[in-house]
């Protein structure tokens, strides 16, 4: 009898309850941003315009370069994009406020964005609002190219709360786009 309550016991406590919609889409209550200096890696993501998320599953690869914080109110950032082996470079400077920000000069009313709560260790994930609610993107980054299958169930469970389609995952054996220093006075 005691040996069947173990293990009942156990099997219990291998079992985690799944989180509710609200605990997955819960915005970071507070963004440290001298976690996102360096490289991270577009291992997927989702959009709620489809004709938008087919364009965004043409990407071969994608990456975004964090540079360190001069504050904690604004950070700046590069992206490449990998599509049918070229690449495409920008660079944009952001505002940051709790765990949100804007790109500067953006109208504030038509773009929100937050960092979104992830129990993936090495991850960064982020949810846009565009167009005033029109649409939304969701994009899942990491230091990895590719993570465990748990870490993706947790990211398409969210895609799912948050009513989009189901998202495009990007091929890790695809190549990276080669790092490139910015000219400061393309800012």
């Known amino acids: 009898m005691?040996?069947?309550f173990t293990l009942i016991?156990?099997?219990s406590v291998g079992h985690s309850v799944p989180l509710t919609c609200e605990e997955l889409t819960r915005p970071m209550d507070q963004l440290d941003p001298h976690r996102l200096p360096g490289r991270w890696a577009l291992i997927a993501g989702s959009i709620s315009y489809l004709p938008y998320l087919e364009i965004f599953?043409?990407?071969d690869s994608a990456t975004v370069s964090f540079s360190s914080p001069a504050n904690t109110?604004?950070?700046s950032y590069s992206r490449s994009l990998n599509e049918n082996d070229t690449c495409y470079y920008s660079h944009y400077n952001l505002s940051l406020e709790g765990s949100g920000f804007t790109y500067d000069g953006t109208d504030k009313s038509k773009f929100s964005a937050a960092f979104v709560h992830t129990s993936c260790r090495d991850c960064m994930l982020f949810l846009?609002?565009?167009?005033s609610g029109k649409r939304q993107h969701f994009y899942l980054f990491s230091r990895r190219r590719q993570l465990e299958e748990k870490e993706?169930?947790?990211f398409r469970a969210q895609v799912e709360c948050l009513s989009m389609p189901p998202p495009a995952v990007m091929d890790p054996t695809k190549d990276l786009c080669?790092?490139?220093s910015r000219d400061p006075e393309m800012d």
């Open 73 to 75: 109110t604004s950070i």
């Open 152 to 154: 993706m169930e947790e």
């Open 128 to 131: 846009m609002t565009v167009e």
């Open 178 to 180: 080669p790092e490139k």
């Open 2 to 4: 005691l040996f069947a």
């Open 9 to 11: 016991c156990l099997a």
């Open 57 to 59: 599953r043409q990407r």
